[in-house]
């Protein structure tokens, strides 16, 4: 029994250390694509932060997928909503919104991530973001 404990132990200690070692490359190396967007937040301390991220659209509106432990840029969203996001041409004013049951639904099933590669994410609890341009930006 001991042993199956260890061996178990062992197995989550290197899962766990795959699960970091991809995060840190994917957000070393910041992939681009042509949905690829830069968002900036404002901590609570007044501080400005940049993250890549993916811009996933639906019904003609712009959305961000939380997909990753890394996260620090959603909880400034939640605190302070007002955000900039650079998408083909500078960046703009937008007010991050979390979305309805409905619409997380809707955009699960449109954007699915295949199993493999929420497993290299380390299952991390996925949300949505609307980002919703401001008329006075």
Known sequence: ?????????????????IVAL???LLGYFQPEADN?????????DGSSHQ???TGLESNDQLYVAVN???RAWYRHT?????????????????????????????????HPIPLPMRALMGFAPRHF???QPRADG
Do not use: C
């Open 22 to 24: 991809f995060e840190a």
């Open 78 to 110: 939640l605190q302070n909503p007002e955000v900039q996001v650079d998408l083909n041409g500078g960046p703009r004013d937008y007010r991050a919104l979390p979305v309805s049951d409905e619409v997380d639904a809707r955009l699960r099933e449109e």
């Open 51 to 53: 993250r890549v991220l």
């Open 36 to 44: 690829t967007l830069v968002i900036t937040t404002t901590a609570p």
């Open 68 to 70: 990753h432990w890394p």
């Open 1 to 17: 029994m001991y042993k199956a404990v260890k061996i178990l132990a062992i197995v989550f200690v290197i899962y766990v250390g």
């Open 129 to 131: 973001v609307h980002l």
